[in-house]
């Protein structure tokens, strides 16, 4: 009786102990996070804030242009950092308060002074240029920008397809490679001329990678849930039918690094 309760005792324990086959293996399941897009907590207001834009000078080389952009900036300081940088968490210049500079809605270019210098090929552009707090949040108000039109060749205005008049949407942040902890909060901001958001109205859909999201306020915002990688950001403004509103730069995709 024992010998049959010892063999019987042995074949459960092989049973127990033999290896499971590949089919028969628990799969473990990493759920990615998921992407989410905030609005960012509120900044200081710049409300009596200005740029203009004195003049713009042109030098002409062999091959192109060197263009002088001269601001005139009122109740706003460059060079310093905004009051609440150290408490957002996201990426912040250590050069402090500054100006975006676009043309042709290209990626920004950041300027801390109230000069900016340009190497230009001959051509036409259309120049955005607005107030930026030290985390390259604009700032939005009636006077914060300039928006205007030159050739490279004479420095004048031009005839063109693009309607000053007209409902226009400009790409700004996220910008570039983030390392570390920037990850974590990505802004997302984006400067509307002649256009109102609103829940039963016009709208910014934007498609971070794979996910889409309608945005009805013209505010900044934070994308959350990211990991190291390639994002995709494509921006759209559209109407309350979701058409895309006519314009040369109403729709706009970038790409940025996020690195550990």
Request: net charge negative.
């Amino acid at each position: 009786m024992k010998n049959i309760l010892l063999a019987t005792f042995i074949i459960f324990s092989v049973t127990l102990c033999k290896p499971k086959k590949e089919s028969e293996k628990t799969e473990k399941i990493v759920s990615k996070p998921q992407i989410q897009l905030i609005k960012a907590p509120s900044s200081p207001a710049y409300l009596d804030s200005e740029l203009n834009l004195s003049d713009i000078k042109l030098t002409s080389t062999d091959t192109s242009y060197l263009v002088d952009f001269n601001f005139d900036v009122k109740n706003y300081e460059l060079g310093v950092i905004t009051a609440d940088a150290n408490d957002r968490g996201i990426a912040n210049s250590a050069k402090g308060q500054h100006i975006h500079l676009i043309l042709d809605n290209e990626p920004y270019s950041a300027h801390y002074d109230p000069m900016a210098q340009k190497n230009l090929s001959k051509g036409q552009y259309v120049v955005l240029a607005f107030l930026s707090r030290s985390y390259h949040e604009s700032v939005k108000n009636e006077n914060s920008f300039i928006l205007t039109t030159f050739d490279a060749e004479s420095s004048k205005a031009f005839p063109y397809k693009f309607d000053e008049k007209g409902q226009h949407m400009f790409y700004s942040r996220p910008k570039g490679t983030y390392n570390g902890s920037d990850i974590n909060n990505l802004l997302l901001d984006f400067f509307l001329i002649n256009v109102t958001l609103g829940p039963d109205g016009n709208k910014v859909r934007a498609t971070i990678n794979d996910d889409v999201f309608m945005i009805d306020e013209w505010v900044p915002y934070y994308i959350q849930g990211l990991t190291p990688g390639i994002l995709t950001v494509k921006l759209e403004l559209i109407d309350a039918d979701g058409v895309l509103i006519e314009g040369p730069f109403n729709e706009v995709t970038r790409t940025v690094t996020l690195l550990k």
